[in-house]
């Protein structure tokens, strides 16, 4: 566990309040969506999965996570919004992840804003058994919002924001799971867009998907970046190289290498990493 | 090649082991294929046999139906029911004077004064009563008449079918010793019918003394009480615009007019009484017993469900790891309680609780409390309750766990609480597997036998909705508890016996439709989470 004089360091002390985020005068360069993550670990139970990972994660930019299976960067992922919180005995062992200045895993910190803020789309698409129209209001509903002209407009947008609107307009409220695949991923993207994060993590979006769906979705995470900051976790080199800006590779639970999408594809600075986006390894 | 045979077949040849591997695998089959064999069989049988014994309760219970309107019990039961009204009116007179003396107590009047005050109105419910002296005496008259002509028709009828059974085995001999007297029914119904007179001359009297009552009635003391006493003179008033009509009823009766094939089965299922080895008449109709049962579910059920689902919720969404290993198998031991030891948990402490939180001033407000009986629906609801909570808990928690981890995860990942996922995720997409635990915790409640018949209460009676709530504090019998109290008493083959089994089919076919629906409804789960 982290000892409280190197929280209190990690910790702003001005920053309490999460919800309306202020200038860090520790950290002046604060910007809306950021993540910083310092000197991470992380473990299951006495299985540590995450070594001291250092990473600045850009605002307004999308940032893949790429590595072998095993490597810890879907648990970095779900570290983001504190989904590894769901599992007993998984815990950060040391260092802080803060968002815009703020550590997240601080006690002030309300989970539920959090994650309100980071939405997450997941590996496998998961609406719930619900109309398309309810799958969308989901968020907005448990935030409290009653109002059906605000709900319907947020519907709206989040549903041609994923590029789903023209498909279901004439089917809100047919259930979710009358959609193909892709189209279920794109519901679940415009459900966690319906709430209006400001980070939208992905697992492996695309990975259930076929070629065409899978290019839809590409396509829509490149135009998300002009609101979003976005991470994505995926498999497949292509993807990374296509749509994203940065890219982060993992091994073994260390961070290897960070850098532009393109210096890591066309000169990567580690040996390791050549060899993993080579195919000669993972 | 050909005629060659492939030195490299992929079949190697039967050699020894090979052959003795496929006798075990063959007496495999028979053992696991025979035992599955004998299974079926054995349920058919059962079936089968079920089936046989009921459905020969229609035939009978119609022959018992016919005996009743060609004895002419059916003509004396209309003067019955008119003595029984007058007795009805009788016992509202009484209930009128208890709740004046209620009135007038709370008021503390002494009691002389409040027999003074009544003396009026007693002379009067006594002179009421009097009326009916030779209503009564009609009806006693008439019923000896009918019974023993019942009983010879019969004896008679007994002694027919022995006969033709030994006519039919071919003992011809024997069948002529067997002397089967002759009944003259025709002239013992004159007889009986001779009633019609008696009883327009008993209810001109009744009418003539009755008028003359009414008129000189005295007034009550209390206005509320007055109130009544009105209420009750209307109802009088009817009675006796309704005396012509069972006058005109015994006149048209006629003891050969024939029932048709249907009466016994719809006096069976929709019959309100279940009357049996009585001297007079046998009835046999289920809906006492199926409300009893129904109630007695229902009760159970309103208990069981929110404690079954919601201990659901909690072990499988809220509890710790430790909480679970502790509640769980605790839960579930409950249904390792045997149930005739619930049942007598049942008399000597719920029954005993029930009925003193009743009389206690805590609950004085209720209306229908303090209850008189301490065995009743409601402690019988509350032990079959305590039966049916580890079904529900154990298959709803089933259902819960069994939900995709994806809809929790996104549900959490948007924000929400913990309340907010069950209540909007996980319950509803678990919904059909929680109305199946709901419906497979009935079928056990129906199903079950020895609590309902320790702690029931055992009267066969429909209960009074009159009271609304308070009915479910009144002793019922049910399906199951009056088949395993009778079943031991009865002749095989009498009609009492087969409408056991006709019970017993009744309940089968209800268990079995709520098995049905919550299979349906497990595999409307399994689509909806596919």
């Not at chain 1, 985020?21 to 299951?44: C, S, T």
């Not at chain 1, 999408?261 to 050549?274: A, C, D, L, M, Y």
């Not at chain 2, 009135?103 to 419910?125: G, T």
């Not at chain 2, 009986?373 to 305590?386: K, M």
Request: aromatic content about 8%.
């Amino acid at each position: 566990m982290v000892s409280v004089a190197e929280m209190s360091e990690i910790t702003s002390p001005t920053v309490v309040n999460q919800t309306a985020p202020m200038p860090n005068p520790a950290n002046p360069k604060v910007e809306r969506g950021m993540i910083e993550i310092e000197q991470l670990d992380f473990a299951y139970g006495t299985n540590k999965v995450l070594h001291d990972i250092n990473l600045s994660i850009p605002a307004r930019a999308v940032t893949a996570f790429i590595g072998p299976s095993g490597c810890g960067k879907t648990t970095l992922l779900r570290c983001l919004n504190r989904m590894n919180d769901l599992i007993d005995s998984a815990r950060i062992t040391q260092g802080s992840i803060r968002i815009e200045g703020v550590d997240i895993n601080a006690s002030s910190v309300d989970v539920v804003d959090l994650r309100r803020r980071v939405g997450m789309v997941f590996q496998k698409s998961n609406p719930f058994p619900k109309s398309i129209y309810d799958n969308v209001a989901y968020g907005l509903r448990i935030a409290g919002t009653t109002k059906r002209t605000l709900i319907d407009e947020a519907v709206e947008k989040s549903l041609r924001s994923a590029a789903l609107w023209d498909e279901v307009k004439d089917r809100l409220h047919v259930s979710g799971y009358g959609l193909s695949g892709g189209q279920q991923q794109r519901l679940c993207i415009a459900r966690a867009l319906a709430v209006e994060p400001e980070i939208v993590l992905m697992d492996e979006p695309c990975s259930a998907l076929d070629p065409i769906a899978t290019a839809k979705v590409e396509e829509l995470i490149r135009q998300l970046k002009e609101q979003y900051t976005i991470v994505i976790v995926t498999h497949n080199m292509q993807q990374a190289g296509r749509c994203s800006d940065h890219t982060a590779f993992f091994y073994l639970g260390r961070l290897i290498e960070f850098d532009d999408t393109t210096k890591i594809f066309s000169n990567p600075g580690q040996r390791q990493t050549e060899e993993y986006i080579t195919g000669r390894f993972g | 090649m050909e005629g060659v045979a492939d030195p490299r077949t992929l079949i190697p040849e039967r050699t020894k082991s090979r052959r003795a591997q496929v006798v075990i695998e063959q007496a495999i089959k028979a053992f696991f294929g025979g035992n599955a064999l004998v299974a079926v069989i054995v349920l058919a049988l059962i079936t089968i046999f079920l089936f046989r014994e009921g459905f020969g309760f229609f035939g009978q219970n119609l022959a018992n139906l016919r005996l009743y309107r060609q004895a002419g019990l059916e003509y004396v039961d209309i003067i019955r029911g008119n003595a029984a009204q007058h007795e009805s009116l009788s016992r509202k007179l009484s209930e009128i004077r208890l709740r004046e003396v209620r009135v007038m107590e709370k008021r503390n009047v002494p009691l002389e004064e409040i027999n003074a005050a009544l003396a009026p109105f007693d002379q009067f419910a006594s002179a009421f009563s009097d009326t009916a002296e030779n209503l009564h005496g009609l009806v006693s008259d008439l019923t000896d008449q009918a019974s023993a002509l019942k009983e010879q028709l019969f004896a008679r009828a007994e002694l027919l079918a022995q006969r033709n059974q030994l006519e039919r085995s071919g003992a011809q001999t024997e069948a002529e010793k067997i002397v089967v007297p002759e009944v003259d029914r025709a002239a013992a119904l004159a007889r009986l019918r001779e009633g019609s007179a008696r009883f327009e001359s008993v209810s001109a009297e009744i009418t003539a003394k009755l008028y003359n009552l009414l008129a000189q009635a005295p007034a009550m003391p209390d206005p509320a009480g007055q109130k009544h006493f009105e209420q009750w003179k209307t109802r009088a008033r009817k009675y006796l615009a309704g005396l012509p009509a069972a006058s005109e009823k015994l006149r048209t009766w006629s003891p050969d007019t024939p029932i048709p094939w249907y009466r016994s089965i719809s006096s069976f299922l929709f019959g309100r009484d279940w009357v049996t080895a009585s001297f007079w008449q046998d009835w046999y109709g289920i809906i006492p017993l199926l409300v009893g049962s129904v109630l007695v579910s229902i009760v159970a059920l309103v208990i069981a469900v929110p404690l079954g689902v919601a201990s659901a919720i909690y072990v499988s969404e809220i509890a710790s790891r430790h909480e679970k290993r502790l509640i769980k198998p605790y839960i579930e031991f409950i249904s390792a309680i045997p149930s005739v030891v619930l049942g007598f948990f049942g008399i000597a402490v719920v029954g005993q609780a029930v009925r003193a939180a009743s009389q206690s001033h805590f609950f004085k407000w209720v209306s229908f409390f303090p209850i008189s009986e301490r065995l009743n629906i409601f402690t019988a609801g509350c032990l079959l309750a305590l039966m049916a909570v580890p079904t529900i808990f154990t298959l709803s928690e089933d259902a819960l766990r069994n939900v995709p981890r994806g809809f929790k995860e996104a549900s959490y990942a948007l924000g929400a609480n913990r309340l907010q996922t069950i209540a909007r995720v996980l319950v509803p997409a678990s919904l059909s597997g929680i109305v199946s635990a709901i419906l497979l915790g009935l079928g056990r409640v129906i199903g079950e036998t020895m609590v309902v018949l320790l702690c029931a209460g055992n009267r066969i009676a429909i209960p009074d909705f009159t009271q609304g709530l308070g009915a479910i504090f009144q002793p019922v019998h049910t399906m199951t508890g009056i088949i395993a109290q009778e079943m031991g008493e009865v002749v095989r083959g009498s009609t009492h016996y087969r409408a056991l089994f006709m019970v017993g089919l009744v309940l089968f076919t209800i268990t079995l439709a709520i098995n049905y629906l919550a299979q349906k409804f497990v595999a409307r789960y399994r689509m909806s989470i596919g």
